[in-house]
């Protein structure tokens, strides 16, 4: 095999990598969601009892193959002050609570940070609306 045909099969055996990590990421806070809310106070109009907010994902100086691979799959997004938004792990959060959106996160993290230990640690970043 060529060294052009050998660089190109890594990057695409990296590239599935990445797709099947985020999947599973990506059902990992969907559950977690879920079985927050399970367990959550509501309100009588059925939203969970909790400050208003969200939280997402960040990594600061990622690798330039995890980053160009997420980039290429519309994953990840340029933030401010060298951090990189990973992913949209919240999506399925359907409250307007900080504590689920943060739940689903770490659960996000979790399944990113078994496959890549690699890459630089993987921050949840939350905010109160």
Known sequence: MSKAAEKAADKAAFKERVKQA???AETAAEDAYKAYRASAQLTPEGHIKDTCGSASLVIYKPSYQF?????AMDKISRGY???????AFNRSVHDQSITASEKACEAARDV???HFPEEP???I?????
């Open 81 to 87: 002050q060298g951090a990189w938004g990973l992913g």
């Open 22 to 24: 985020f999947d599973e």
């Open 121 to 123: 640690q993987i921050y």
């Open 112 to 114: 990113l940070e078994k």
């Open 67 to 71: 980053r160009t691979t997420l980039q």
């Open 125 to 129: 970043k939350s905010f109160v609306d």
